[in-house]
């Protein structure tokens, strides 16, 4: 059996919820956003320890038992054994959020070397947002696991763009990781949507470019450097690296923000 890391595990547990989901919910009513999204569909090198997406129409009734019958299935639990997931302890559901805004469901994964690894799935209802697609997971992941194909509804990459400006604004607390997610996705969309985008104002794209200085490297190193691949923890483990890549978010910020001045 391939030994894979803690990282990995739960990135396997994501995709294989993720394709017993789509069995289960119409591809209208959930979209995948964040980390995962981003490592899954735009070539992010950071894995993502919880995954969050945003669901609509479906009670929330209705997908706590969708999803408790998912963590909870037999035959779900057995498609993670070969990978080194022994079983999951399903989240306690007495005590779990189960709001109309937001449902959230905590699995405790146990491995066949005795190790606990936790993650959680997070479900919103506060509206999916504009630039919804249908698209399949990028093969370079799924190789890794010798999985078959997965389609899954998601943000593309502009409102996944935008998503992450409005959290580097208004966060209470700015994340470093919201940072590197911008850093990752900057290169990989053209000019044309920046003159046509909706969703940011001014204030925030001022704001934004303002936060992004106010990361710092040790933050950086203790909530982002962890969750890369060991060679890449080499290549980013530097107060002059950990620089350049907010120089380059802001550069990005500041080219959207022309569009105001």
Known sequence: MKVFSPLQLREIFHLEFLRWLGRKVKAGHYALKGGVNLRFFFHSVRYSQDMDLDIQTMKVGALKDTTMKILLSGSFQDNLKPF???????PDI????Q????????????TFAGEGLFTKIEFSRRGIKKGVVVQPVLDSILRTYKLPPLLVPHYNIQSAIIQKINAIA????????????????????????IK???????????????????????????????????????IYDSLPCWDEVKLKVANFIGEVKKKYD
Do not use: M
């Open 170 to 193: 208004s966060r209470a607390i700015i994340q470093a990781r919201d940072i590197f997610d911008l850093y990752i996705l900057s290169s990989q969309c053209d000019d044309s949507w």
């Open 196 to 234: 046509n985008n909706e969703g940011i104002s001014r204030n925030k794209l001022l704001k934004a470019y303002e936060n992004v200085f106010e990361v710092s490297f040790e933050q950086f190193r203790a909530t982002v450097i962890p969750y890369l691949p060991l060679e890449e923890q080499s």
């Open 99 to 110: 709001t109309k805004t937001t449902q959230r469901f905590k699995a405790h994964l146990i």
């Open 84 to 90: 080194g997931i022994e079983r999951i302890i399903p």
């Open 94 to 97: 007495a005590r779990a959020k």
